[in-house]
């Protein structure tokens, strides 16, 4: 009963190129996007404009290219685990670092 | 000898094993091929998260070091060529996208198709991998290695590099112009790793497409190339986030 219900869900989905393609041409894309928008003066947006590029190319890699979006939720889960650990130590990491000297400058 | 190893072996060959039709590469301790695939896809995962953290931490490095000693960040980053940079994500975003196509090959069954794509995939690897190598070659001639031979030219005085007066950098006070050191240091640290997932990865692409030649993943077992799949778009979003730290983001920031 539950085996059945078990191998429907974690039915292996094929994606396809279709898919492929328009993730390819978005991938293009963001990449002229951020190249172009660092010969922009934006000041303290530019770094903030580059990574944020850099993390919409990243999730539209991780869910299409490496099928998250079609994945078991065991899979999603363990990619939204590591993908918390990793923000809470590098934030934590940098909230050290901001607040040592704090109030000394 | 032989005789001994038969006798070892016999149990798994005994006709009360095979009770069900299965297909010879699920393995016996699996229920089925969809469990055996999730185990694999699984463990793929646990292992990129790991490599997650270990990139992180190079990540995380470059954030605090280049807000201690910014102005040598910025003036040391303007000796990177964007074009060169732009060339090599197009190159490995190209490799992504013929990857993904061979994962879609093998699962649809299409031998041909899946050695092309292969191909295609190990040479803009090689594209990738020649390109950096004409990089380095630049900052080996100009003294940007850390080491004994580092040359603090290009930033005491800006006007005799190239670069640097595109740039319009202006010269830096010594002791600021040591620290160019640390961004360099972090610059060959992660493109270096960097590079070396990509040797790994066009090595086992070789091994795969003798393999792959051979019929070994259109035939229903599609297991190894999905996740060295995953393994390669993860070398991709690694030079997806390196890209912009590294290139682009300090462009303006000194005029």
Redesign the interface.
């Known amino acids: 009963m539950t085996d059945q219900k078990e191998m429907e869900e974690s039915q292996h989905h094929v994606v396809s190129p279709v898919i492929y393609l328009i993730v390819f041409g978005a991938l293009l894309v963001f990449t002229a996007l951020t190249v172009g928008a660092s010969y922009v003066e934006m000041g303290i947006f530019n770094p903030i404009a580059a990574i944020l590029i850099a993390c919409i190319k990243a999730v539209i890699v991780v869910l299409f290219f490496m099928h998250v979006k079609y994945s078991s939720k065991l899979t999603k889960l363990t990619v939204i685990a590591g993908i918390f650990t990793f923000v809470t130590l590098i934030s934590m990491t940098l909230a050290d670092y901001i607040s040592r000297a704090w109030g000394r400058w | 000898m032989s005789d001994s190893t038969a006798i070892a072996h016999s149990p798994h060959d005994a006709p009360e094993h095979g009770h069900e039709e299965h297909p010879a590469y699920l393995r016996h301790h699996f229920?089925?091929v969809?469990q055996q695939?999730?185990a694999a896809?699984?463990a793929m995962?646990?292992f990129?998260?790991t490599e997650?953290?270990f990139f992180?931490g190079l990540?995380?490095a470059y954030?605090?070091y280049r807000?201690w000693y910014y102005p040598a960040f910025v003036a040391a980053s303007h000796q990177l060529d964007?074009f060169w940079g732009?060339l090599n994500?197009?190159l490995l975003?190209?490799s992504?996208?013929t990857?993904?196509?061979g994962v879609?090959c093998a699962?649809?069954r299409k031998k041909q198709g899946l050695v092309l794509c292969l191909v295609l995939t190990f040479i803009l690897g090689i594209g990738f991998l020649g390109i950096k190598t004409i990089e380095y070659k630049e900052k080996i001639e100009k003294h940007h290695v850390p080491g004994f031979h580092y040359s603090l030219n290009s930033f005491l005085n800006p006007d005799t590099d190239e670069a640097a007066v595109k740039a319009g950098d202006k010269p830096l006070p010594l002791d600021m112009a040591r620290h160019t050191e640390v961004y360099f240091s972090l610059y060959f640290a992660m493109t270096g790793m960097h590079a070396l997932h990509m040797i790994i990865g066009i090595a086992i692409l070789g091994f795969m497409i003798f393999r792959a030649q051979a019929g070994a993943y259109t035939a229903g077992h599609v297991t190894f190339v999905?996740n060295f799949?995953?393994y390669w778009?993860?070398v991709?979003?690694v030079w997806?986030?390196l890209?912009?730290?590294l290139?682009?983001?300090s462009?303006?920031?000194n005029?």
């Open positions: 229920e089925n969809e695939a999730d896809g699984f995962w646990l990129l998260l997650v953290m992180g990540f995380t954030l605090i807000n964007i732009t994500t197009l975003i190209s992504s996208f990857m993904a196509m879609w699962e649809t999905e799949g995953l778009h993860f991709d979003i997806i986030f890209f912009p730290l290139y682009l983001i462009r303006h920031a005029t």
